[in-house]
């Protein structure tokens, strides 16, 4: 009895964490002693039903109380809705993976110890209530990343690009935590709590320095300009599955921890933070789009791409409203589940030809051969680049919306004419799915099927259809979530 009144009354953080760290020392004791054996060198207990087991038992701990709190009880709530968004997309990248994984024959078991670590890394940044805890968890969930870059061992272009993500990575964490001391100088404590309950001094130039300083090392985090220079390399130079993994889930937590600090923290400093929130945004999606033009390889547009989105969801900090964050939550949501979407179908390519299609004169008149799948993916570019009345086209809508609501005209202005030539590229390659006759670059796609991304992709296209029968359910969870904090 005492042991279950025990589990009733645990936080659902320690569970999750507790139950992710058991099953990684269980990974590495198996991985180590099977590694030289020629029938367990790809260990049976890293199945996808026992990896996918992490994160339904991680959804089940949310019917425990609520009783027992690392922080104020509103920012729990918050904490694990955001963490739900999380999982939610944890579980979509991990199906995608196991084709891709299991089709390109990376038979190393590292892979899935390294994507739980960052999963567990990522639920310690969600629940953190301390800098030293948010230190610790950013630099556990950087060392997977810098492995995952450079996980294809036999291609020059990936350790090119793990080298420069793990130079910077390494740099920038100086300035993290060089700004988590000046904080700690300046009022004695590293506790969200203590900062929350005390009148923080403006005046101050040394806990300024110390925000700011936090405020580069999470854009550069991000990818958001002008710190997005390492981004665009890692994502071209890395598997198409682990430039999914970073497109997808380190921003949803990263993002929970930048309204904790930035709207609640330090609300304080907003007036002096104001400019840097904007000139950031802006410039994100004005390089973002921009720069898109003149890409000709997939993946670096998707990373340009992905810059001009993190523009788009930094201006929900800048109007810095209820309204905002409300759009905010919803933006990262849409923005998460077509990420999955667009994704899922490269993957699908990829496991049906011998090599990957990574320049767009490669994707000419496929339409010919796979109609539903280039159909799929045509629709989801068009979300992507915001063509009403697609999910996409809803995100941007109401982040624009808080933005005027503020005040903020000129910008909003702004923002609207960039995105404009956001379309063209988009709609460029849908050009070539479709009126660009058949060329000697190009592939065609088979009708391979597999179970995972078929129901990523269909999950992700009903989701994708449903917001325009019913957009009121997600604007709704948003409220919900928003209104934890306020």
């Known amino acids: 009895m005492m042991i279950f009144f025990f589990f009733d009354n645990l936080p659902f953080f320690s569970l999750s964490s507790f139950y992710i760290g058991f099953y990684l020392l269980l990974s590495i004791f198996f991985g180590v002693v099977y590694s030289g054996s020629s029938y367990f060198a790809f260990p049976s207990l890293l199945s996808p039903f026992i990896t996918f087991s992490i994160f339904v038992i991680c959804f089940a701990f949310f019917s425990s109380s609520f009783d027992l709190l690392p922080f104020f009880s509103d920012f729990f709530f918050f904490n694990c809705c955001f963490l739900t968004i999380f999982l939610f997309v944890s579980i979509l990248t991990l199906f995608l993976t196991r084709d891709f994984v299991s089709t390109q024959k990376i038979a190393k078991f590292e892979y899935d110890i390294f994507f739980s670590f960052s999963v567990l890394a990522s639920i310690c940044l969600c629940f953190a209530d301390d800098f030293l805890q948010i230190y610790l968890a950013i630099e556990l969930q950087s060392l997977c990343f810098y492995v995952f870059a450079t996980f294809n061992r036999n291609s020059e272009f990936s350790t090119e690009s793990g080298l420069k993500y793990f130079i910077f990575g390494a740099f920038i964490s100086c300035f993290l935590l060089f700004g988590f001391f000046l904080v700690y100088f300046s009022i004695g404590s590293t506790s969200f709590e203590s900062l929350f309950c005390i009148a923080l001094n403006v005046d101050n130039p040394i806990l300024?320095?110390?925000?700011?300083?936090?405020?580069?090392?999470?854009?550069?985090?991000?990818?958001?300009?002008?710190?997005?220079?390492?981004?665009?390399?890692?994502?071209?130079?890395?598997?198409?599955?682990?430039?999914?993994?970073?497109?997808?889930?380190?921003?949803?937590?990263?993002?929970?921890?930048?309204?904790?600090?930035?709207?609640?923290?330090?609300?304080?400093?907003?007036?002096?933070?104001?400019?840097?929130?904007?000139?950031?945004?802006?410039?994100?999606?004005?390089?973002?789009?921009?720069?898109?033009?003149?890409?000709?390889?997939?993946?670096?547009?998707?990373?340009?791409?992905?810059?001009?989105?993190?523009?788009?969801?930094?201006?929900?900090?800048?109007?810095?409203?209820?309204?905002?964050?409300?759009?905010?939550?919803?933006?990262?949501?849409?923005?998460?589940?077509?990420?999955?979407?667009?994704?899922?179908?490269?993957?699908?390519?990829?496991?049906?030809?011998?090599?990957?299609?990574?320049?767009?004169?490669?994707?000419?008149?496929?339409?010919?051969?796979?109609?539903?799948?280039?159909?799929?993916?045509?629709?989801?570019?068009?979300?992507?680049?915001?063509?009403?009345?697609?999910?996409?086209?809803?995100?941007?809508?109401?982040?624009?919306?808080?933005?005027?609501?503020?005040?903020?005209?000129?910008?909003?202005?702004?923002?609207?004419?960039?995105?404009?030539?956001?379309?063209?590229?988009?709609?460029?390659?849908?050009?070539?799915?479709?009126?660009?006759?058949?060329?000697?670059?190009?592939?065609?796609?088979?009708?391979?099927?597999?179970?995972?991304?078929?129901?990523?992709?269909?999950?992700?296209?009903?989701?994708?259809?449903?917001?325009?029968?019913?957009?009121?359910?997600?604007?709704?969870?948003?409220?919900?979530?928003?209104?934890?904090?306020?």
């Not at 002008?226 to 380190?250: E, M, N, R």
């Not at 011998?354 to 796979?370: C, D, E, H, M, V």
């Not at 539903?372 to 993916?377: D, K």
Request: charged share 5%; with cysteine; glycine share 4%.
């Open 208 to 486: 300024f320095s110390g925000v700011l300083f936090i405020l580069i090392a999470f854009f550069f985090k991000i990818g958001a300009v002008p710190f997005h220079w390492w981004l665009c390399d890692v994502y071209d130079g890395s598997l198409i599955s682990v430039t999914l993994l970073f497109s997808a889930l380190p921003k949803i937590i990263i993002f929970s921890i930048f309204v904790k600090l930035f709207f609640l923290i330090f609300f304080d400093f907003y007036h002096l933070l104001s400019p840097f929130f904007l000139f950031s945004s802006v410039s994100s999606i004005l390089v973002g789009s921009i720069s898109a033009l003149f890409q000709k390889r997939l993946k670096r547009l998707v990373a340009y791409s992905a810059i001009s989105h993190t523009g788009f969801i930094l201006t929900g900090l800048l109007a810095s409203s209820p309204s905002s964050i409300q759009s905010l939550i919803l933006y990262i949501l849409i923005y998460s589940l077509l990420t999955i979407l667009l994704f899922a179908t490269v993957i699908l390519v990829v496991c049906s030809v011998k090599n990957f299609p990574g320049y767009l004169t490669n994707w000419t008149a496929n339409s010919q051969k796979n109609i539903t799948l280039v159909a799929t993916f045509a629709l989801t570019l068009f979300s992507i680049a915001g063509i009403p009345p697609l999910a996409g086209f809803f995100s941007k809508f109401f982040i624009i919306l808080s933005l005027v609501s503020s005040g903020f005209l000129i910008t909003s202005l702004v923002i609207v004419i960039i995105s404009s030539i956001t379309c063209f590229y988009y709609i460029r390659l849908v050009k070539m799915f479709f009126f660009v006759s058949f060329s000697k670059n190009s592939f065609w796609v088979s009708s391979k099927k597999t179970l995972f991304l078929d129901f990523a992709i269909s999950l992700s296209f009903f989701f994708n259809i449903f917001f325009i029968l019913n957009p009121e359910i997600f604007s709704l969870i948003s409220a919900i979530i928003c209104s934890a904090i306020l």
